[in-house]
């Protein structure tokens, strides 16, 4: 019997080798002869069954049309695509191929076989099984929690459900994760034992969980695939960006790696389209300064730029403007390093300086396109801000991001940089810089009393543009600041507001400029003037109860501290 047995199993092996050597003859012949019909219909030939697909290009065309059509998107730079079909001259194939070039896309039509194609199809169902999944842990992570710290505990137990799933589902819940706590960015961080996941939430950073060095591994291999970034790229700097559906919209990451002695450090940051949709007063600008942005608006031609430390928000107040200004009558060109958050109505052009398209030769290209308005993603180097001054001469508003600390040494960068004084004084129109600071917490919100010297530094700085006694007695006494609840984390921050100063450039600051003057001209000329720095817009907002003298230290440092405003003014 147990001969009968073993015999019967043998057979049944045997037969099994068989079967599955005759489907893979048959699979190969069917992707020869699919080969062959494709170089007599002179169309590139294409076998999916062993191509590994990006989700981001799979979501172009949707699970109902990819069957429908018997097609799919496997491959995408920019806006040109590589589709894959069985059928190329089908009607409803032809007729999505039609609609994706009605979306300004190029499509680079490839022929593969039906049974390549249902292979490369099984990948939906594979997006909505891991999406029903990171809603199950996200179900988990919110279950008996009642605010922010509850479910910061929470997340602590993701470090052993880490080892048991794949890397996708981990990359996946990072990112809803990362949304959940409104954070700006995600930090994994290699560390000698253990890797260590951060979020950056109001600005500051904190500990979400840590993972084990080997799930580490596998999550950065899934970004790298994700970001289009070579996974055998190890020791060497690299930038991606990647993107998800939520929610019906679109959340893109930006994807940087770095080497470090311990791995690779990887830092994601979230750009949510829900937060572009703003207003300048929602942002946080004083009614002040944002009636002089709007006066800066009026002129039709010359260069506005907004300055600040990475995180500062610059780029959010430029689409604040763009809303602002965009209009049927006015033609509007982004160039930018990637595209942050897509616009209606304006043409954006995707800065990749790895392929030779820089700044500079984006700017002198978006010139040749008849634009009104022109925002370029950031200056950083002589070139590309001669090319930005240059351009606003000729009847076109540019708008420009700096990496500078004040407005004032906006213009010493810019000097600096060797631009000619002559230039920067006939075209340079506004600055706006900016700062970030968090907002107290409402759930834990107290009073507090000014220590002596507090109430000097704050009254130093408002005296100098009011004389309202109101006000001085008021700001001797108490501010607001949050102690720190569950809601916000213990933190006693909830939300940031904008800090800003705005300089609309004048007779004798274009003079300061062609004379050559120093810092210390500008700074004692602006003061002259009862211009309002930055300082002063922090300190109203203390008063306000916006915020608190803790944070404006912290934020602003120098330009706020007890030092420079007590020993300046008493």
């Known amino acids: 019997m147990k001969q009968t047995h073993s015999t019967l199993s043998a057979q049944n092996e045997q037969t099994l080798d068989i079967n599955n050597a005759m489907s893979e003859i048959n699979t190969e012949f069917k992707e020869r ?3 062959k019909k494709a170089k007599n219909l002179h169309i590139k030939y294409i076998n999916l069954s062993k191509l590994p697909i990006n989700d981001d290009f799979l979501r172009l065309i949707s699970e109902e049309e990819s069957v429908a059509g018997k097609i799919i998107t496997f491959f995408q730079i920019g806006k040109k695509l590589r589709i894959a079909t069985p059928t190329p001259f089908k009607k409803r194939t032809k007729e999505i191929i039609q609609n994706l070039k009605n979306q300004n896309y190029s499509v680079d039509i490839n022929l593969c076989s039906k049974e390549s194609l249902l292979i490369a ?3 939906y169902n594979k997006i909505k099984k891991r999406d029903r999944s990171v809603e199950e842990i996200n179900a988990e992570i919110l279950e008996n929690a009642k605010n922010i710290s509850d479910e910061l505990q929470n997340l602590s137990h993701l470090s052993e459900k880490f080892k048991t799933i794949n890397a996708d589902l981990a990359l996946a819940i990072i990112n809803r994760t990362a949304i959940r ?15 260590q996941i951060r979020a950056r939430i109001d600005g500051t950073l904190r500990i979400l969980f840590s993972i084990d060095q080997e799930t580490a ?17 190890v020791g060497f700097p690299s930038d991606g960006q990647f993107s998800f559906p939520l929610n019906n919209r679109k959340i893109n990451v930006r994807v940087s790696v770095l080497p470090s002695n311990k791995g690779e450090s990887i830092v994601l940051r979230y750009l949510d389209p829900k937060k572009q949709n703003v207003e300048l007063e929602q942002l946080g600008f004083s009614k002040d300064n944002k009636d002089k942005i709007d006066k800066v608006l009026q002129y039709n031609e010359g260069l506005i730029i907004t300055t600040g430390p990475t995180g500062s928000g610059k780029t959010t107040t430029l689409y604040a403007i763009l809303k602002n200004i965009n209009t049927p009558e ?9 595209i942050e958050y897509e616009i209606e109505g304006i043409t954006q052009s995707s800065i990749n300086i790895e392929k030779g398209y820089d700044f500079s030769d984006g700017l002198k290209s978006a010139l040749r396109q008849d634009p009104d308005v022109i925002l370029l993603g950031e200056i950083r180097d002589r070139k590309t801000a001669e090319t930005a001054l240059q351009a606003s001469m000729t009847g076109h508003l540019v708008l420009s991001t700096l990496h500078t600390n004040s407005a004032v040494d906006t213009i010493i960068r810019l000097k600096n940089l060797e ?6 004084s006939n075209s340079l129109k506004g600055i706006i810089a900016q700062r970030l600071m968090r907002k107290p917490c409402p759930h834990c919100t107290e009073i507090k009393k000014f220590s002596p010297q507090e109430s000097i530094l704050i009254q130093n700085i408002l005296s100098e543009y009011t004389e309202n006694k109101d006000i001085l007695d008021k700001i001797k006494q108490t501010y607001l600041s949050g102690k720190g609840c569950d809601k916000c984390g213990q933190t006693g921050y909830k939300g940031r507001s904008v800090v800003s100063e705005v300089i609309i450039l004048d007779k004798t600051i274009r003079n300061l400029i062609s004379e050559n003057k ?19 817009d922090a300190a109203l907002k203390i008063v306000k109860g916006e915020s608190d003298i803790q944070e404006a230290i912290r934020v602003l440092g120098a330009e706020f501290s007890p030092q420079k405003h007590i020993t300046q003014y008493a």
């Not at 810092?519 to 002259?528: H, M, P």
């Open 33 to 35: 002869e699919t080969k």
């Open 121 to 123: 199809q099984k990948k």
């Open 181 to 195: 706590f409104n954070a700006s960015d995600i930090h994994i961080e290699s560390l000698t034992k253990k890797t």
């Open 217 to 233: 591994k596998n999550i950065t291999r899934q970004i790298k695939f994700n970001a289009n970034i070579a996974s055998n790229l």
């Open 330 to 338: 006015k033609k509007i060109i982004t160039l930018e390093n990637p």
């Open 419 to 424: 631009i000619p004084s002559y230039l920067i």
């Open 518 to 536: 120093s810092r210390k001209n500008f700074v004692e000329y602006l003061q002259s003037t009862k211009h309002k720095f930055i300082a002063y």
